[in-house]
Nanobody, 124 residues
């Protein structure tokens, strides 16, 4: 069992930066693939970025590639999402998720555990 708590959300102007953190409970955090998803009002939850347990494999949605960076610190049981050059289209609730598989999934249904989400609002 893994419990996830996101933090770092807020309001930012377009072009600005934010860093999200996701703290995980449990002693086996290091074996989980971790992902970030987001959901805008009226839209489905979409994949943003994912990272394998070792950090050696990372995957990004095309819309954030080059602007967002996912990383993890297994000693701190934490995964991060550094978001630069934010755009109004990045607005939404951001969720972190954990999967017990090896490959980084890009679909929400593949993830086993979810955080409660944190709101990001990017103003134009």
């Amino acid at each position: 069992q893994v419990q996830l708590v996101e933090s770092g959300g807020g309001l930012v102007q377009a072009g600005g930066s934010l860093r999200l953190s996701c703290a995980a409970s449990g002693r086996t955090f290091s074996i989980y693939t971790m992902g970030w998803f987001r959901q805008a009002p009226g839209k489905e939850r979409e994949f943003v970025a994912g990272i394998s347990w070792s950090g050696g494999n990372r995957s990004y949605a095309g819309s954030v590639k080059g602007r967002f960076t996912i990383s993890r610190d297994n000693a701190k049981n934490t995964v991060y999402l550094q978001m630069n050059s934010l755009e109004p289209e990045d607005t939404g609730v951001y969720y972190c998720a954990a999967d017990r598989g090896i490959v980084v999934p890009t679909t929400a249904a593949r993830y086993d555990y979810w955080g409660q989400g944190t709101q990001i609002t990017v103003s134009s």
